[in-house]
């Protein structure tokens, strides 16, 4: 569950819409997921 590396290029997860490699979003937190890295944002 440690932070992940280049938050721009990993997957973001905002309150209503899943966002795809490449965007990115203001994420208060990242973690390492076994499918990959996963941010919460706002």
Do not use: E, V
């Not at 992940?4 to 937190?29: D, E, M, R, V």
């Amino acid at each position: 569950m440690s932070p992940c590396p280049n938050l721009n290029l990993n997957h973001y997860i905002p309150k209503s819409k899943i966002w795809t490699k490449g965007q990115k979003a203001a994420c208060t937190f990242c973690l390492r997921l076994s499918a990959g890295c996963f941010c919460m944002c706002d």
